[in-house]
């Protein structure tokens, strides 16, 4: 089976690298630590949580920062070390099309990889709690392709806007927008917050709203590969002109 | 006349032969083969949050093996009902009874009764209250003639009575609760079962009111039980409770329009009876929560950074290599396994019973009321399980849906808010005794080396005794100590509780009373894993 090369050696780096192993390191550390802090057996007796279990509001916490790790390290707000830039892949003999699949498929992988890596942390509330931990099973289905999405467009970020500032600041907008704005629609437009949709597949199961959730944020990273691809195209046309 | 049947007429005839046939099947015409007959409280009145008897007599015609669940509304949001199993094994034209102790919160709704074999539900029965039939207390006659006791519907409060048949006597003194005097004109001692008999003796020792007309009506040779309790003319308090006879028939009519039997009935309900040191408020001095312990909480700590340390390593040594996926789901697997296993051990282990028992010594009968305040914690929720032994009836302290295993003797439920607290009653043989022989010298009998660290309390002083003062004490009047100087009595849970102890026997005035920590493992109820409960056992009795 042929794989895809960029994604092949984009994840290398972001598994092996020093960096990426800090910044692993540091996400679960903070999931740990979440975990322990929500030990005290008060804490799940709070109005607030009651309404909304603990296991949910962690699992709403590892969505968002799996979301943020994937997409700062694709658009290079994090920087791994022997990760390839678009501007890179654009020089290289690779079309246009791989490029954008492989920038796509490296960050549903690495936010796979996250999501799986915190498991063990949620299986601690889970059992402490008494709470199914089919909840991440569900929240999964949103989870990823939210996380994906702005993983490819991370990607995207990094070809098309060149100043770092520039591209951490519409980055963190696109952040905003999605976890805070999103959730402050009005129904039934707050189900495009990837916030509502775990807390309706966690809580309600896998419905009509929570799939068209998933595939509206899976067709944006497909629309974000496809714009990554252009790019490059218009990378590569202006190299030759 | 002919009647020609012809076309649609003579289709009719096999259909009408088939309804036929089936209308005189043995199954359309059998009786029903079970019937379920059931009375709740004392001659049907029910007073709010009171143990009511409930009474319930099945007949079946078929043998049942099965269980008889009682499911009496809960007052709280959602409805789920109290539920009590209790086993059922009928032969074949047979009848079994069983006699409950419920407490009925909502009375607008049904009491329900249902009978499974299996998973097949054989019968349904409701029965229903009504808020009419809730009273603030009972006056229960044992007469022949329902009549007499019409007086107390005009009466401050709502007070009624119930006139009762020797069958109608509860089996368990818990279910007086709601009787505020016991009144005995015409007895059959022969069908009074012994247990019956001991509930009315238990409840007046413990403060019951029993009022005995005409003594030469019954014949006494045959209930001795009632013949011990009488006294040889007028009144005599039997433990803390009272008996009086009437050597007339207050309830002949002359006697009742004299209003005989209106003065002497009301004449015993104001004699107000002995306050309970046991106060509801006991309940509140014992924990509601527990935090892990620091061991299970060091262990998932270690287990968590273990956790870390392990997949960075994973990842670097397996992240770039082939199959390195298949060893990191495999590792992420095998981890989540082990700490979700660790985490739901430490959740079950986290559960345990925390419980005050109060023995008011009944003196001189050898006895003592227990009342056990227990609280249920599971910080973390599920369920939980507490056996009841035997002699002991408990109930939760508020309204909860839990299950009532009468059989097993077993109390089961889940506390969603972390803790639930319930309430055991039960009577023991406690021979203690307490005398003043002297202005400053003190008797203690019985006992033995159950009782470690009394003291003796009189009006916010305490007199601290000594551990070996061997049964006589000569009492130093200058070490009476003041209660309420700070740090006196402590702040663990046997502190506060002989905190609001004292609070309680303060309104007894001019009393001194013994009271102190003694080891006996008879009082309150039991856990499945005792090893994380705690019980603080105290005994109280007045010194005479």
Redesign the interface.
């Given at each position: 089976m042929r794989v895809n090369p960029v994604f092949r050696s984009d994840?290398?780096h972001r598994?092996?690298s020093r960096k990426a192993?800090a910044m692993?390191?540091v996400y679960?550390?903070v999931l740990?630590a979440l975990?322990?802090l929500s030990?005290?057996?008060?804490l799940?007796?709070l109005d607030d949580l009651r309404q909304e279990s603990l296991l949910l509001a962690f699992i709403i916490v590892e969505t968002v920062l799996a979301a943020y790790l994937t997409s700062a390290t694709a658009s290079g707000e994090i920087v791994v070390e022997g990760e390839k830039t678009m501007w890179d892949l654009a020089a290289s003999p690779f079309p246009p099309g791989v490029i954008g699949r492989g920038k796509i498929l490296t960050g549903a992988t690495f936010a796979l990889?996250l999501m799986?890596?915190g498991?063990?942390?949620?299986?601690?509330?889970?059992?402490?709690?008494?709470e199914p931990?089919q909840a991440l099973a569900r929240a999964a289905v949103v989870a990823l392709p939210f996380a994906a999405a702005l993983g490819a467009l991370g990607a995207l970020y990094a070809g098309v806007f060149e100043s770092d500032f520039t591209r951490s600041f519409v980055h963190w907008l696109t952040l905003l927008v999605l976890v805070v704005g999103a959730t402050a629609l009005p129904a039934p437009w707050d189900t495009l917050s990837p916030v509502r949709l775990v807390m309706l597949a966690v809580r309600d199961g896998w419905g009509l709203r929570v799939f068209l959730g998933a595939a509206l944020y899976a067709a944006l990273a497909a629309a974000a590969g496809l714009a990554i691809s252009r790019r490059v195209d218009a990378i590569r046309g202006t190299a030759q002109e | 006349m002919t009647i020609r049947l012809q076309g649609h007429g003579l289709r009719a005839v096999p259909l009408l032969l088939v309804v036929g046939l089936l209308a005189l099947s043995p199954s359309a015409r059998a009786a029903p083969t079970m019937e379920v007959r059931a009375v709740i409280g004392m001659g049907g009145w029910i007073t709010p949050a009171e143990t009511a008897p409930l009474r319930i007599d099945v007949r079946s015609a078929s043998p049942v093996d099965g269980v008889l669940a009682v499911e009496v509304p809960s007052g709280i949001r959602g409805g789920a009902p109290v539920t009590h199993l209790v086993p059922l094994h009928v032969p074949a034209g047979g009848r079994q009874q069983a006699n409950l102790d419920v407490v009925v919160h909502d009375p607008r709704r049904p009491v329900v009764l249902v009978i499974r074999e299996g998973r097949v539900e054989r019968a349904r029965h409701e029965v229903r209250i009504g808020v009419g039939r809730v009273v603030d207390g009972v006056v229960a006659a044992l007469t022949q003639e329902a009549a007499g006791l019409e007086f107390l519907a005009a009466m401050e409060g709502k007070r009624r009575a119930a006139y009762l048949t020797e069958a109608d006597l509860p089996v368990r003194w818990q279910s007086y609760d709601g009787v505020d005097l016991l009144i005995v004109r015409d007895l059959e001692p022969r069908v009074v079962l012994s247990a019956q008999e001991r509930a009315v003796v238990e409840w007046i020792a413990q403060g019951g009111r029993l009022l005995v007309v005409a003594p030469h009506r019954l014949t006494l040779s045959e209930a001795r039980w009632l013949r011990d309790l009488l006294p040889p003319r007028g009144r005599r308090t039997y433990g803390r409770g009272v008996v009086e006879v009437a050597a007339e028939d207050l309830f002949a009519p002359d006697r009742r329009a004299r209003g005989d039997l209106r003065n002497q009935v009301l004449a015993l309900l104001d004699d107000a009876a002995t306050p309970s040191a046991a106060d509801p408020a006991l309940s509140t001095v014992l924990p509601s929560t527990r935090p892990l312990s620091g061991g299970t909480q060091l262990a998932l700590a270690f287990l968590s950074l273990l956790y870390v340390v392990a997949a960075r390593r994973l990842l670097h040594r397996c992240g770039a290599s082939r199959g390195g996926w298949i060893a990191m789901a495999a590792f992420v697997g095998v981890s989540t396994a082990v700490l979700h296993t660790f985490a739901a051990g430490a959740r079950t282990a986290a559960t345990s019973l925390s419980q005050l028992s109060i023995a008011e010594v009944l003196d001189p009968l050898g006895q003592a009321r227990v009342t056990t305040y227990a609280s249920i914690i599971a910080p973390y929720g599920g369920r939980f399980v507490v056996r009841v032994p035997d002699g002991v009836t408990a109930r939760t302290l508020t309204d909860a849906p839990v299950t009532y295993e009468e059989g097993r003797r077993e109390i089961r439920g889940s506390t969603p808010a972390g803790q639930i607290s319930l309430v055991a009653r039960q009577i023991v043989t406690f021979p203690l005794s307490a005398r003043r022989v002297g202005p400053d010298i003190l008797v203690v009998a019985g006992g033995g080396s159950r009782l470690q660290g009394l003291v003796l309390y009189r009006q916010r002083q305490l007199y601290r005794l000594p551990s070996d003062f061997g049964g006589m004490i000569r009492l130093d009047p200058s070490r009476w100590e003041p209660v309420d100087r700070p740090g006196t009595l402590g702040v663990d849970v046997a502190g506060r509780a002989m905190d609001l102890i004292f609070r309680q026997l303060d309104r007894t005035v001019d009393a001194t009373w013994l009271v102190g920590p003694i080891a006996d493992d008879r009082l309150g109820i039991r856990t499945e894993r005792p090893a994380g409960d705690d019980a603080v056992r105290l005994a109280v009795i007045e010194v005479r």
């Open positions: 994840l290398r598994l092996t192993a692993i390191t679960l550390a740990g975990a322990f030990l005290p057996p008060d799940g007796r990889l799986g890596l498991t063990p942390f949620l299986a601690i509330l889970s059992g402490i709690r008494g931990l | -």
